[in-house]
């Protein structure tokens, strides 16, 4: 079912209305019989986008509302996630930053509503990984991350004015006769301290330990 404008040729084209076979609507421009513009699109399911599109794909400026509560406010590009955008997730955590492929990817914020801790850097195919900054209340963590856990060296930097250095490692994990179908549990990096010092400019990319005075 469509009402609204058409073309010499009969095709869809400027402003019209149209209900799609699956339930779904859509409100909006077209040009040459497909969703171009702007536009809103009502699913079955209760989700929502309204923005632009191009060749009945969403592409450029557009707000999707997603049936869990959770919205979408950024840039599409081809029907995907895909530019710069901020993500309301149904719990209230929120994501601003950058996306590629329907993933956070790029460097972005991710906001934990519970905790009030923000992880500020950088993002892989929608897992934390690269250079980053853990803020928590009264202290923060600096150091690069790895499959979502912080690897390698790295600092605490507390609110007091002293920093912790250190490096998180690998546990190695126990050999065990394990049953065939168990998959191992997942590790977590364990924390070594090596110093505290007072604040200093220290970033990931100096990876040379400083050289240890000889002790007497």
């Known amino acids: 079912e469509y009402e609204g404008d058409r073309n010499s040729e009969g095709q869809r084209h400027g402003f019209g209305k149209a209900r799609l076979p699956n339930g779904d609507t859509y409100e909006g421009q077209y040009e040459r019989g497909l969703r171009s ?27 999707f509302f997603y049936p869990d509560g959770s919205k979408y406010t950024g840039d599409w590009m081809h029907d995907q996630r895909q530019g710069y955008g901020e993500y309301l997730y149904a719990n209230g955590d929120t994501y601003t930053g950058e996306w590629a492929d329907n993933k956070r990817h790029g460097q972005g914020t991710y906001v934990y509503k519970d905790t009030g801790s923000k992880y500020v850097g950088a993002w892989v195919n929608g897992i934390q990984e690269g250079q980053a900054e853990l803020i928590h209340l009264n202290h923060r963590f600096k150091g690069r991350f790895l499959n979502g856990k912080p690897l390698g060296r790295g600092k605490f930097i507390f609110d007091i004015g002293c920093e912790q250095h250190g490096e998180y490692t690998e546990p190695v994990q126990e050999k065990e006769e394990e049953e065939e179908d168990e998959p191992p549990l997942p590790v977590e990096p364990k924390w070594k301290a090596s110093e505290i010092t007072r604040l200093t400019p220290w970033s990931p990319h100096d990876e040379e330990p400083a050289p240890k005075e000889a002790e007497g």
């Open 37 to 63: 513009g702007r536009g809103t699109y009502r699913f079955k399911n209760g989700a929502l986008y309204t923005g632009e599109y191009l060749e009945n794909k969403k592409h450029g400026k557009g707000v």
